[in-house]
């Protein structure tokens, strides 16, 4: 069993920076794919990003690509997601999730095995 905390997230301006933390539980942190999916107000949660277990490979949705950055430290069992020139659409509950099979370009959020409790973003305008 994994249990993951999310934390880091808060009120920023439009331009702003956040990082967001999520910080796992449990053994073998190394061997899951690790991601970031949001939620807006009113809207269907939404993938934003992968890493996979080592770190070497990521993948991110258009719309954050060049702003969002997305890390682990294996030896913290810590995902990081760096979130830079933050906009008002970016405004979300944020969720880290951890699967031990997807890889980062198939992360269904319907399959995963492990979700956080999800930590806002709110980034006003």
């Known amino acids: 069993q994994v249990q993951l905390v999310e934390s880091g997230g808060g009120l920023v301006q439009a331009g702003g920076s956040l990082r967001l933390s999520c910080a796992a539980s449990?053994?073998?942190?190394?061997?899951?794919?690790m991601g970031w999916f949001r939620q807006a107000p009113g809207k269907e949660r939404e993938f934003v990003t992968a890493i996979s277990g080592s770190g070497r490979t990521t993948y991110y949705r258009d719309s954050v690509k060049g702003r969002f950055t997305i890390s682990r430290d294996n030896a913290k069992n810590t995902v990081y997601l760096q979130m830079n020139s933050l906009k008002p659409e970016d405004t979300a509950v944020y969720y880290c999730a951890a699967d031990s099979l997807a890889g980062v370009r198939s992360f269904p959020q319907s399959h995963l095995d492990f979700w956080g409790q999800g930590t806002l973003v709110t980034v006003s305008s």
């Open positions: 449990g053994r073998s942190f190394s061997s899951y794919t």
